[in-house]
């Protein structure tokens, strides 16, 4: 595995593992749960020790999911991300949204907890007065922000006791967006980590040139799109795969090595 730096000096995989789809989408569906758990336990055994969650993915069920998987794993071990709905960003439901979080995945403290969406109807200083608590009682180790333009990220940054670790953003091949506005040089300026989610959506995996790069390696268009991501400074990225192979796949797109023409190519992709 390779790291990233965050703010607080705390080691980071590039690589995590998403769980969008475990356990559910929008709803509950624990008709996979044995599956699921077992994936789950080989892919933290494969190297998938940094996974991102969040309340809301499967009404809290991805969650429970993880909880059983790394019951087996000393908890300094793995690396749990997960986020806060933009719903529960007042004071009172903060602390209620924490609390669930931890007894789903049954520990004591989340690694980095993240504000999933803004909400403009909650005010800013009021969500923080509680991340704040949390993390001086230790209930979260880190904060971070998750779909925060370069303005909402300064007022975090203004109202947070620690250093904001990270924003998650979509960021691919093909979503360039949080270029365009600045996020990203905003984070590698500053020493945040960008953390690109969706890095394999949409028709990144099909595009010709992703395909024809991948083939003079002998890799997949998949290993091409996450090396691209985390060769650059400050991001990584978190794929969901709950397919061995595909999961397996990706981890070895760290051993993929483009060219500078590559990259350059890459950086210059037409959708
Ligand atoms: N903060 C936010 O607002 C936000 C929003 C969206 C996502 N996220 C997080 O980011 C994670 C990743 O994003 P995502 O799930 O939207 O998209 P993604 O990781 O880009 O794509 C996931 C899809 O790609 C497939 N896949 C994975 N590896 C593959 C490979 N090597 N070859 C072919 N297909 C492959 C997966 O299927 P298999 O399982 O069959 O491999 C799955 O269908 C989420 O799971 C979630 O944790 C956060």
Not at 66 to 76: M, Y
């Amino acid at each position: 595995m390779q790291y990233e730096t965050l703010p607080d000096g705390t080691q980071i995989p590039v690589l995590g593992l998403g769980t969008w789809g475990i356990g559910g989408g929008h709803v509950a569906d624990r008709s996979q749960d044995a599956h699921f758990v077992e994936i789950l336990q080989r892919l933290i055994d494969m190297g998938y020790t940094h996974i991102d969650t969040a309340e809301s993915y499967a009404q809290g069920h991805a969650e429970e999911l993880v909880g059983v998987a790394i019951r087996g794993t000393p908890r300094e071990e793995i690396f749990i991300t997960t986020k806060v709905a933009k719903e529960h960003l007042g004071y009172d439901d903060v602390h209620r949204a924490i609390d669930g979080s931890l007894r789903r995945l049954g520990v004591d403290y989340v690694d980095l907890y993240l504000i999933h969406w803004p909400n403009p109807a909650i005010p800013l200083p009021e969500t923080f007065r509680a991340l704040n608590e949390l993390t001086a009682d230790g209930r979260v180790k880190r904060v971070g922000v998750s779909n925060f333009d370069v303005p909402l990220m300064q007022e975090a940054m203004a109202l947070s006791d620690t250093p904001i670790a990270t924003n998650q953003v979509r960021y691919n091949l093909l979503s360039r967006e949080n270029v365009a506005n600045g996020v990203l040089a905003f984070c590698q300026e500053q020493g945040i980590v960008l953390t690109a989610y969706s890095p394999l959506k949409s028709d990144v995996l099909t595009h010709p040139t992703v395909v024809e790069i991948a083939r003079a390696h002998g890799a997949t268009p998949a290993q091409v799109a996450l090396k691209w991501l985390i060769d650059q400074p400050r991001v990584i990225t978190i794929p969901k795969s709950s397919d061995l192979e595909h999961a397996r796949e990706n981890m070895d797109a760290l051993r993929l090595e483009l060219t500078a023409e590559e990259t350059e190519r890459l950086n210059n992709l037409q959708a």
